[in-house]
């Protein structure tokens, strides 16, 4: 099993910046794919940036150019800066990540239990 722990959640007003962070743990041989999805309220959860354990970044149209995602392969991190947040922003953001347990295994996808973002005045 692997646990994802995201961090970095607040209330920030529009036009501010947060940092996000998630930590992966437990029976880890190698995490291939990291990313950072979305939830607002009434909505669907939606993809907002990923990340290859090569490096290769895909964003979702709404945070190009605001967003930067990254991650430290040695310990199994993945980051979400965010700036010029706006009040649209505000959900929960998800963690996933795609991890195997040990040589040779596939892989499985893992969820954190989501963090807080607000944007507003």
């Known amino acids: 099993q692997v646990q994802l722990v995201e961090s970095g959640g607040d209330l920030v007003q529009p036009g501010g910046s947060l940092r996000l962070s998630c930590a992966a743990s437990?029976?880890?041989?190698?995490?291939?794919?990291m990313g950072w999805y979305r939830q607002a309220p009434g909505k669907q959860r939606e993809l907002v940036a990923t990340?290859?354990?090569?490096?290769?970044?895909n964003y979702a149209d709404p945070v190009k150019g605001r967003f930067a995602i990254s991650r430290d392969s040695a310990k199994n991190t993945v980051y979400l800066q965010m700036n010029s947040l706006k009040p649209e922003d505000t959900a929960v953001y998800y963690c996933?990540?795609?991890?195997?347990?040990?040589?040779?295994?596939?892989?499985?996808?893992?969820w954190g239990q989501g963090t807080q973002v607000t944007v507003s005045s």
């Open positions: 996933n990540a795609w991890a195997s347990h040990y040589r040779g295994s596939y892989f499985v996808g893992y």
């Open positions: 437990g029976t880890i041989f190698s995490i291939n794919d």
């Open positions: 990340i290859t354990s090569g490096g290769a970044t």
